[in-house]
């Protein structure tokens, strides 16, 4: 338990990464680093453009599993990870990344 | 019974033998009433009948014929219930809506629910046939329905497509730039800086060794420790991949520093380290938890000075050679889940005897600094010692050298085997120079001052005269012999002079890339240019072969000048 929150915490943490959602499998966010209303907006649309790409990845060959599903935006990227029925949402900002 | 109506007919016919008998009836009519009181009325007709029928017997004994007009007919009505309707109503099932779509996918997830189902009766009856006597009831742990570790693998992925995405630049570098200056550069390359890194609790220590995992050629170990004699603190073992430069992989903290490391080459997941405590260690990265799934202790072998160099053999069997200060260069065995240690060699010091008491030489341990062992004579290895010498020796024989060279002034860091020709070996120590030696020889044939004191050596997987060394005062060099034998192609430095100081370097087995360790706990990346990893033109396993053959050929001609060289320098 400590390893996934460590993990999360240590991807929140870069400057980019707008916030996370972790959605269980009835739909409800667990833990958001948005408020509610936001949260649930994401959760909601993103529920079903995930069930419709599982299908579809399914349906294409039935042995494929859809690990992660990204969409790069203009001024993000949003990535949605389905695991045991439960979703992980992050959504990150395009940087400019100088290496130092 | 009630009688509702009777009606006798009047009319007969002439003919009919009954008329000729009614007429009788008239007279009889008494004498039958008083024959028949009791009857009911609905037997009048029958009673008329009889009374013909006794008239008829008693006048004129004529045959009773039926009566077509005295036809009565007889029913009765029985009561009719009244009729009930009965029902029941009981309460209705539980209903709920159903719906899904029947896709391919779901039907073949059914399929193979109903196949696993199957395989689980089969492999309980079999269990419960076998152990009835230990039945455990293994409870049935209820995970908390809103537990976030269910997410953990994507988790992990997650962490590495952030920083794909942050470090995107760099992700591409490292596929796809190849410096095009290079054709412009003669003969020099340079070194491209990717990713670095670096772990908070490891700032203080330094980097002891480098070594890159040959199955997940992304995947390299780091083992920390300290060089410093005097401060010997906690060690620390991490393992990164380059998909991930923020955080590595495994994290082991020790008790000990730890000095060398070496991953198994079949077996990635075993890894055997070195300890500066004498202690020899195999992790098992496939198990979880922070502890050593073997360790030698005092009873089992331990060495009694710091270890400095581990190599794990080629062979199927988990076996590995450890060689340490203390003299003594150990195999390793592991044997039914214990190590097992066989001591190999006792490194003697051949030419320093000290007379102890009653005249009886007593011989004088070295120290092992290092060892390689060769790639392709499996009983032929090399260990360098601390006092500069460098011994060929074989694990047939355990008490005599092959060989010995007088490699170094100072103690012996590193030497490693071509890993193309099988005769050529290169050293590096801290007296400033790196030395090239083919076996048969006992002078070098080359030498390298390098201007400060030499950290590592390693050779390139790419070409057998390519190499790289690495300074104290922060350069990185890479010499390739078959374009400049006196000067490195590439000198540059990697971090900043004062402050850090480069302690080893490994190139990649498979991408153009080299790794550096540094004394504050970082590995920094660097992809090597293009003018740096130029092959032979030709057919590729002819060539390289014959590029340093050729070297050789070229080596003798110079050997004489260079054993001049080496007269006047001793």
Known sequence: MGEVEETLQRIEAQGSVLGTIVVNADGIPIRSTFDISKAGKYVELLRHLTALAKGTVRDIDPENELVVLRISTKNQEIMVGPENGYLLILIQRYERYSRA | MAVHFVLEGCLEHDDDASSVASED???????AAELDEDTSGEEDAGEDDRADSVASKADTQEPKSTNQFNFIERASQSLNNALQGRSCQTIPPPRCNYFATATQWAIYDAYMDELQQQEMKKEKQKSNKDDDKTKKKILLIETPRDDITQVAKAAKLFERMVNQNTFNEIAQDFRYFEDAADEFREQEGTLLPLWKFQYDKARIMSVTSLCWNHIYPDFFGVGLGSYDFSKQGRGMLLFYTLKNSTFPEYIFPTSSGVLCLDIHKQHSYLVAVGFYDGCVCVYNLKKNGLDPEYKSTVNSGKHSDPVWQVRWQNDNSLNFYSVSCDGRVVSWTIMKNELVFTDALRLILTDRVSDGLDGIEELITASGTSCDFHRQIDTLFLVGTEEGKIHKCSKNY????????????????????????????????????????????????????????????AWAPYSSTVFAAVTTDGLVHVFDLAINKYQAICQQPVVSKKKTKLT???????????????????VISLKLSPNLRKKPKGKKGR???EGPEAEVAKMEKLLSLLRDLGESKV
């Open chain 2, 25 to 31: 009836i008239l007279e009889d009519v008494e004498p």
């Open chain 2, 504 to 522: 080893h370097i490994e190139f990649n087995p498979i991408h153009p890339v080299v790794i550096v360790g540094d004394d504050r706990g970082s």
């Open chain 2, 543 to 545: 060539d390289l072969v």
């Open chain 2, 398 to 457: 355990s008490s005599q050298y092959l060989e010995t060279y007088d490699a170094h002034n100072m103690a012996v860091d590193t030497v490693k085997w071509n890993p193309y020709h099988s005769k050529v070996f290169i050293s590096c120590s801290s007296d400033w120079t790196v030395k090239i030696w083919d076996h048969d020889y006992k002078a070098p044939m080359f030498t390298f001052e390098l201007n400060a004191s030499v950290g590592d050596v």
